[in-house]
C-alpha cells in the first residue's frame, strides 16, 4: 500500500513536471517568434544585421558585480579558511606587489582583460541597483583563432568523414571502408570522432561538424 501511494506521488510529480516543461516550450517558441518579427522588420527598414542575425548567437556568459563600498582597511576581502587566505595573499604577492586584493581585481580590471582578449561585453544594472550584470560573447573569428591556438578539439562529420576515408589521397594513399561486420560496438566507426580545429585548413574545416544555431547559421562550435 505505502509502494502505492509512492508511485501516486511519483505519478503526479511527473505530471506537473511535464506540464510545467510544456509550458516553458510554449513560451520560449513565443519568444523566438517575436524576436523573429523584431529581425524581420529591422530588415524592411534597411538597418544594419545585429550581431544576432550575422551568426545566430549572442551573448553566451554572464558576470555578476557586487555593488559595495571600498573598505581601505581590509586589505582582501573575508576569507573563513586560513589556507584560502594564504593563497590569495601569495597571489597577490606574485602578480602585484601586495597591492589591494578587492582593488586588484576590481570590475574596472575584469572588463580591461575581457576587451584584450578581443571579448564583447554589454553592461546593466539590477532591479535593486545592487548588482551590474556584464553579459560576454565573443565573434566566431575570436573563437576560432583561440580554438586554433590551443588545439581544441571539435567533433567531425560522421558522413563526411567516411566520404574522405573512401576517397582517400591519390597517390598518398588510396581510399578504403571501414565497416563493423561483426557488430562488435555499439557504435559506428565514425561517431564521436574529434580533431584538432585547424582555421587556416580548407580541407580540415570541411570535415567539422556544423552545429545547427538560430536563424538557420551553423558553426562547428555550440551556444551554451
Not at 505530471?15 to 513565443?30: F, R
Not at 601586495?98 to 575584469?110: A, D, G, H, L, W
Not at 541597483?129 to 560576454?136: A, N, S
Request: proline share 3%; hydrophobic share 35%; with cysteine.
Amino acid at each position: 500500500f505505502v509502494s502505492y501511494l509512492l508511485y501516486l506521488a511519483l505519478e503526479q510529480v511527473v505530471k506537473k513536471a511535464q506540464s510545467y516543461n510544456q509550458k516553458l516550450q510554449t513560451e520560449l517558441a513565443e519568444l523566438e517568434e517575436s524576436r523573429r518579427r523584431i529581425f524581420i522588420k529591422l530588415e524592411q527598414e534597411g538597418a544594419d544585421p545585429t550581431f544576432f542575425q550575422k551568426y545566430g548567437f549572442s551573448f553566451d556568459w554572464v558576470f555578476v558585480f557586487k555593488i559595495k563600498e571600498e573598505s581601505a582597511d581590509d586589505a582582501f576581502e573575508k576569507v573563513d579558511e586560513t589556507a584560502e587566505r594564504k593563497v590569495l595573499e601569495e597571489a597577490v604577492k606574485d602578480l602585484h606587489h601586495k597591492k589591494n586584493f578587492q582593488t586588484y581585481f576590481s570590475m574596472k580590471t575584469i572588463l580591461s582583460r575581457l576587451t584584450d582578449a578581443k571579448l564583447e561585453t554589454k553592461l546593466f544594472f539590477s532591479v535593486q541597483r545592487d548588482e551590474i550584470y556584464c553579459k560576454i560573447r565573443a565573434p566566431p573569428e575570436v573563437l576560432a583563432t583561440v580554438a586554433d591556438e590551443i588545439d581544441y578539439r571539435v567533433k567531425l562529420d560522421e558522413d563526411k568523414t567516411r566520404y574522405a576515408l573512401m576517397k582517400g589521397r591519390p597517390p598518398r594513399w588510396h581510399g578504403r571502408s571501414l565497416v563493423d561486420v561483426k557488430n562488435q560496438c555499439i557504435y559506428g566507426p565514425f561517431d564521436y570522432i574529434y580533431g584538432k580545429f585547424d582555421k587556416d585548413s580548407e580541407e580540415k574545416q570541411v570535415l567539422y561538424k556544423q552545429h545547427k544555431l538560430t536563424r538557420d547559421k551553423e558553426s562547428p562550435f555550440r551556444s551554451v
